[in-house]
């Protein structure tokens, strides 16, 4: 299918890299007005902007810095999508960041700035963004806006080692439920995607030669997940198939759950 996303208006959170990246990059292709915001555009993994990209293939595109976890940017990002375009009618929320670290190695600081992107982040984005969709009318099947959370695995069971952000994920989990419950009956659709292990591209910690041999083998589908994976199931759950679906947790991680 193509135009799935035709004239919607998404703001995708993280987008500068990795799998916000390829979700933006995939709205985008799919018919959707993409606003970016994060907090830089340099692309983590290298290679061109992902503003550039969408600019090069001819759709419309704004990017906002914005660091989620401030109440007044996560606002005003809102805004921007908004007198940019005239409203919002999907929001993805996919900025996170870790350090990694078992709870006695973890210090406040690291556990604050994870969780205050991480979750607080999510639930800032979400409120500023529901406040916009309530004002909003109705579209096909009552619908006025969309959710579409990062979560993770990791938010259903141990992240070893990562404290801050397995907890960031349970929340995000958690909220996503809370969202979709609350503001069912006003039309707003919740939902998240809860990747398993994805390779972006991002070197450090996350590829680790221990931790690819421990997500190997915790992974029956023979290989590991891309970021375009996620893009996918995202596409779906912001897309006008997905309406008597809300409040789920979609697991998109190689049978990882299953196992």
């Not at 340099?42 to 061109?48: A, L, P, S």
């Not at 001819?58 to 805004?79: F, N």
């Given at each position: 299918m193509a135009d799935r996303l035709l004239g919607k208006v998404a703001l995708v959170t993280g987008a500068a890299s990795g799998i916000g990246r390829a979700i933006a990059l995939r709205f985008a292709r799919e018919g959707a007005i993409?606003?970016?915001?994060?907090?830089?555009?340099?692309?983590?993994?290298?290679?061109?902007?992902?503003?550039?990209?969408?600019?090069?293939?001819?759709?419309?595109?704004?990017?906002?810095?914005?660091?989620?976890?401030?109440?007044?940017?996560?606002?005003?990002?809102?805004?921007?999508?908004?007198?940019?375009?005239?409203?919002?009618?999907?929001?993805?929320?996919?900025?996170?960041?870790?350090?990694g670290g078992r709870l006695t190695e973890t210090t406040l600081d690291e556990w604050n700035a994870t969780l205050a992107v991480g979750i607080t982040g999510v639930f800032l984005m979400s409120r500023a963004a529901v406040r916009q969709m309530l004002t909003q009318a109705a579209g096909e099947e009552g619908v006025r806006g969309r959710i579409v959370n990062i979560g993770s695995q990791h938010g259903m069971v141990a992240a070893p080692e990562d404290v801050a952000y397995g907890v960031a994920k349970a929340g995000t989990n958690y909220i996503t439920r809370q969202i979709a419950v609350d503001y069912a009956k006003d039309g707003i659709v919740c939902n998240a995607v809860a990747p398993g292990k994805i390779l972006t591209g991002k070197t450090g910690r996350a590829v680790e030669p221990r931790w690819l041999d421990y997500s190997h083998a915790r992974t029956p589908w023979p290989r590991l997940g891309r970021s375009e994976d996620v893009a996918n199931a995202a596409l779906f759950l912001a897309s006008d198939e997905a309406t008597y679906i809300t409040g789920e947790v979609l697991v998109v991680d190689g049978g990882w759950m299953a196992y």
């Open positions: 993409v606003v970016i915001a994060d907090i830089t555009e340099t692309v983590r993994e290298g290679g061109e902007a992902t503003r550039s990209i969408i600019e090069r293939e001819g759709r419309p595109v704004l990017y906002r810095k914005t660091d989620v976890s401030d109440e007044a940017e996560a606002g005003a990002a809102v805004g921007a999508a908004v007198q940019r375009f005239g409203r919002l009618d999907i929001l993805v929320n996919n900025a996170i960041g870790s350090r």
